[in-house]
């Protein structure tokens, strides 16, 4: 008899099956999770790492270098070592700079989401608010590297975050518009860049305690004049010239006796390139026409500039030709009427003759063809040079804030990188001292400060090795021995001096020193010749040589005395009086042009000391200016010049994040019902307190004499959450 499957046959089958579906489910749940978790393993290897703290290897260069490559070829162009972000510039538009994007990062933590510009300026924001302090973002790199675009993004991002009303719209509008005036008037295209910056940028925002935007301050640095009058093959004058001469309207033009045609001006075809296709210089006029009249430049003034302006390119026609007597004179005065405003029988006296003072009478004493080629030029790039502070302070009288209620600053940071060219001269010169300046004011502020707060905190710290650039600051100028000081000595010595000399006079007083080189030991010293002209400097960022020549008239900046009376005779009156300020003072005491740039960078120093530093270091790719294209060796040389790697040592021995112990306090009490709303204890017993009652592990954190130290961001973003909660 054949019997039916019993009950428990029949659950046992059932189980069986319930069993097999698990399993099948649990299974197919494995195969998924293994499938992610390979593929952000895959993204992981393939987008590489988005904090370079986070790196296994983070002591070697090449590992640093495979993951920005990584992220470059994703189009992720950006990196944090910690707090500071390294750019590199994807020669190509990104759609990651809209309003959109901007919300995004408003307002969210560091690490939440890939790094990004608007993530830095958004904490540099929130810091400046709730400590109600000062700070200032250093962006630096080479020529072409992305500086310029940075701190425009960074601008962008306030002037869409900040808080707005009428009032403060205007401001913001104001600081915005800014830019294209100052990039017309400072920027042209050089072989590194067809929109590169020839001066250096500091410019103040200020914001009243609300973040609201109320006010500015612009620094410039070392326009390069030099432009206005030589431009080597493949590089412009200041794009201001060209868009004039191609945007300008027909009745201005011919107001100012100028044809639409660049061509006719000598001062604009040096480099034979006028017309550039990444540049159009007719819309870039309409757009500077637009913002010169929101910085509140009146009819007068704008047509004075341009009256300037155009004086320059006829001042650059001006020709001469030997006399009888072999002296200068002037074979074409057709357009002299234009120049300046000045009396035509003035300017061609002035520009062919000397005027020397004997105690009695002036005496007039004629130029050579060559020498009145020299007096031409030097005025015309004393007019530019003049012109373009006057322009910095106009914007600057837009931009100030005239209440009186305390105000806090970002600061941005938009200066010259290390310049090594086939020949270098004064200007790298220049250019180099103010990048090691900055290297030095970087290693104080992150890496020596940083050390040394360690060590007063009474907290345990592993020295970090780094190469202090002091030695090389010092080799540049230190009085009486530094090569600026030995450099003005010569130039105290017109007639006797040449830049041999001045060569001499350093092969004799410095010969010594570990950093500077000329031919005669530069065999020992970089088992590299040097010509007998040259110098060279072991830079912090590698070698420099130097080529002597044209370095004392450069220092100088000669504009003889009748020169100078011209400027004052201007009949453009906007800029007279600014002119006749700056001439009295140019003629009473000159520093020499380096000394001046000195000082300059004495007082930039002296303000950002004061200012919490942030940084954007940017890398230029290639030297093609080609989306797509990463080029290691010059990439590694930039990570070396930009002190990346030592930043990062710096940074992975340390603690992310530290704060005195009474603000910490402060923000962070309404989250333990100890300390709020009043801590009757000592500061740093409520933050032991408190972050008792926070639960952080005892490896998380260090308590220092003033302050407490957080290893990891992650930690404090935590706390920061529940603060938000
Ligand atoms: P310089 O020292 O010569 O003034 P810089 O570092 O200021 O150089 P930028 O003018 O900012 O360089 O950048 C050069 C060019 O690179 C820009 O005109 C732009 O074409 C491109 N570029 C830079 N940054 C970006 C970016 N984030 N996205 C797209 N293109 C960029
Ligand atoms: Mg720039």
Known sequence: MRTGPTITSYLCDL??????????????????????????????????????????????????????????????????????????????????????????????????????IYALADNVFRSMQSEFNNHFILISGESGAGKTEASKKILQFYAVSCPSTKLLNNVRDRLL????????????????????????KYMDIQFDHQGGAVGGHILSYLLEKSRVVHQNHGERNFHIFYQLVEGGEEDLLRWLGLERNCQRYRYLVQGDCAKVRSINDKSDWNTVQKALSVIEFGESDIEHLFGIIASVLHLGNIKFEADVRGYAS???????????????????????????????????????????????????????????????????????????????????LDIYGFEVFNVNSFEQFCIN??????????????????????????????????????????????????????????????GEATDLTFLEKMEEKISGHPHFVTH???????????????????????????????????????????????????????LHNYYKQTTDTYISVTPQVVTQFKSSLVSLTEILMSKEPWYVRCIKPNEAKQPGRFDDVLVRHQMKYLGLMEHLRVRRAGFAYRRKYEIFLQRYKPLCPETWPNWKGTAAEGVQCLIKHLGYKPNEYKMGRTKIFIRHPSTLFATEDAFQV
């Open 15 to 116: 189980l069986k099956r319930a069993i097999h579906c698990i399993i099948k489910v649990i299974k197919e749940r494995c195969n998924q999770i293994l499938r992610n978790m390979e593929a952000s393993l895959t993204a992981r290897d393939r987008v590489g790492i988005q904090d370079f703290v986070l790196l296994d290897t983070y002591t070697s260069e090449s590992a640093f270098l495979d993951n920005l490559r990584k992220r470059f070829h994703e189009n992720l162009i950006y990196t944090y070592i910690g707090t500071l972000l390294v750019s590199v510039n994807p020669y190509k538009e990104l759609d990651i700079y809209s309003k959109k994007q901007m919300d995004t990062y408003m307002g969210v933590n560091f690490f939440e989401l890939p790094p990004h």
């Open 433 to 494: 001292y103010c990048n090691e300046k900055l290297q030095q004011l970087f290693i104080q502020l992150t890496l020596k400060s940083e050390q040394e707060e360690y060590e007063m905190e009474g907290i345990e710290w592993e020295p970090v090795p780094f190469f202090n650039n002091k030695i090389i600051c010092d080799l540049v100028e230190e009085k009486h021995r530094g090569i600026i000081s030995l450099l003005d000595e010569e130039c105290l010595r017109p």
């Open 177 to 200: 518009l800014s830019n294209p005036v100052l990039e017309a008037f400072g920027n042209a295209k050089t072989l590194k860049n067809d929109n590169s910056s020839r001066f250096g």
């Open 520 to 574: 005669k030991l530069a065999d020992q010293k970089t088992r590299k010749t040097l010509e007998r002209g040259d110098f060279r400097l072991l830079h912090y960022a590698g070698e420099v040589t130097y080529c002597v020549v044209g370095f004392l008239d450069k220092n100088n900046d000669l504009l003889y005395r009748n020169g100078k009376e011209k400027l004052i005779r201007t009949s453009f009156n906007n």
């Open 330 to 412: 002037l074979n074409n005065n057709q357009e002299m009427h234009w120049l300046l405003g000045i009396p035509t029988q003035v300017l061609q006296q002035g520009l062919t003759h000397r005027k020397i003072e004997a105690k009695t009478e002036e005496v007039f004493s004629p130029f050579s063809v060559d020498h009145a080629v020299y007096a031409r030029d030097a005025l015309a790039k004393a007019i530019y040079g003049r012109t373009f502070n006057w322009l910095v302070n106009k914007i600057n009288e837009s931009l100030v804030n005239k209440d009186s209620s305390r105000k806090t600053v970002i600061g941005l």
